[in-house]
């Protein structure tokens, strides 16, 4: 019998390059991307090769620490903001079984008396492997910069100025999360992220590469997310989501269990969780309300109340 099934669709990749010669071009590409799939590959970022070639390194280097001194790093009660999450500890909302991976989490260097200093911690840094604190507060501004250049090519896809989302962050409350995989024995309960949503406006990830990523698809079938050597993908969050009503959609998505071959193999990734300020207020725009397509959310929300909500829910703050 044929099999008369529609061939998977793919995640087309596109050149941040092509951004400067042709901005409105680019920013319909993007757009178009995020409309279809809420994913999208960005080849030529402009993170420097050398810079993220040393942050595996360290981040290799890290999680090879003891499980001693890894926890030694882990602040109990603080949502997993900043330093160690241990192995086991986040679960995708909904789900009955944790994620079967461990990470460390780096955000915004405040300058002492920050106003944003009461809900953006310190960042905590391991004493090995040398060099950590400069390499990721490098890479940090890094994804920063592609980040910005990303948020105005969607600001520019919905009809907003190039420069609308400049203001909303500033001194976000952006997250760089090293992530570990560990390998895994064939019995395992569970998978190595369950299927969840992202919480923030977009999230950049390197680290693609390994198989895994799987963005769950109109269709209700899962489509694997496979990028060239180097480039970032990107996906929308819930946040921008909200924004946008739904124009742009946070697309379910997983890393399932490597084939027998792989499983003894560590998988490492880097997303980069790009979040507002605190303070932003999370409101519908109007130009993605019609007749059409309603208002899905009339009561507006601040940034740092909408994360604080889906934190408990994914179990790294106790209601």
């Keep these: 019998m044929l099999d008369t099934a529609e061939p998977l669709a793919h995640v087309p990749t596109l050149s941040l390059s092509d951004n400067a010669a042709d901005p409105n071009g680019f920013a319909a590409a993007l757009g178009a991307s995020f409309e279809r799939f809420g994913f999208a590959v960005v080849a030529d970022h402009g993170i420097p ?12 280097a890290l999680f090879a620490l003891s499980e001693a001194e890894k926890r030694g790093y882990h602040l109990a009660g603080g949502g997993g903001a900043r330093g160690y999450t241990p192995f086991k500890t986040e679960i995708a909302k909904g789900a009955s079984v944790v994620d079967l991976k461990e990470f460390w989490h780096i955000g915004r260097e405040l300058p002492a008396g920050h106003r944003y200093a009461p809900v953006m911690p310190a960042n905590i840094w391991p004493h090995a492997p040398e060099g950590f604190r400069e390499t990721f507060t490098t890479l940090f501004a890094a994804f920063d910069l592609a980040g910005d250049v990303l ?43 369950g299927a969840h949503e992202d919480i923030n406006l977009i999230t950049l990830l390197l680290g693609a590469e390994e198989a895994g990523l799987e963005l769950l698809d109109r269709d209700g079938r899962w489509l694997p997310v496979k990028p060239p050597e180097g480039a970032l993908v990107v996906n929308v969050g819930d946040m921008l989501q909200r924004l946008t009503n739904h124009v742009l959609p946070s697309t379910t998505h997983r890393v399932v269990n490597p084939p027998a071959e792989r499983r003894g193999v560590s998988r490492y990734s880097m997303p980069f969780f790009l979040h507002p300020a605190p303070d932003f207020l999370i409101e519908t725009l109007p130009g993605c309300i019609s007749a059409e397509r309603p208002n899905r959310y009339p009561t ?18 106790k209601a």
Excluded at 49 to 60: F, P, S, V, Y
Excluded at 182 to 191: F, H, M, R, S
């Design 49 to 60: 090769a050398d810079l993220i070639t040393r942050a595996w390194a360290q981040t290799e």
């Design 151 to 193: 948020l105005s090519a969607i600001a520019r896809h919905l009809g907003l100025a190039p420069n609308w989302f400049d203001t909303a962050v500033a001194d976000g409350n952006s997250v760089l999360r090293l992530l570990h995989y560990p390998p895994i024995a064939e019995d395992a309960e569970g998978v190595r992220a």
């Design 300 to 317: 507006p929300i601040t940034a740092h109340d909408y994360l604080h909500e889906r934190l408990v829910e994914i179990g790294l703050i």
